[in-house]
């Protein structure tokens, strides 16, 4: 992930004490941001997230759109770095709620993601 994030992204905040129980700091690597209607809920892999790097985006009717999935995955990782939105097996779903998706990046103690063949992408 960007470090440190990018202004938009801290000014986007829920800064502690909201009453958002994910509401955070300035400056801390985890917490809520509000981007117009994208609700985002950030994880840096060294809290809780098993060295895994986690950005969750909801909208309140619908899930985010394409384009709305790029916006914040350029806001919170850099050009160069490659994130996924995995699709788990059947016996690993859960679905608390059907409007929100998953960015994930692992670190370098979990290991770099494979990657097709530049062509395929």
């Not at 969750?56 to 994130?83: A, G, H, Q, Y």
Request: proline share 9%; hydrophobic share 35%; with cysteine.
């Amino acid at each position: 992930m960007r470090e440190p994030w990018p202004p938009e992204v801290e000014a986007a905040r829920l800064l502690f004490p909201d009453n958002d129980k994910y509401s955070t700091r300035r400056g801390d690597r985890t917490g809520a941001f509000r981007f117009n209607h994208l609700r985002v809920i950030a994880n840096d892999a060294k809290r809780d997230s098993g060295w895994w790097e986690h950005v969750s985006v909801s909208v309140v009717d619908r899930c985010p759109t394409w384009d709305e999935m790029c916006k914040i995955k350029n806001l919170f990782w850099r050009e160069d770095e490659w994130v996924v939105q995995f699709h788990p097996a059947i016996s690993a779903y859960i679905n608390n709620n059907p409007f929100v998706l998953h960015l994930w990046r692992p670190t370098r103690r979990a290991g770099k993601i494979p990657t097709p063949p530049q062509n395929l992408v």
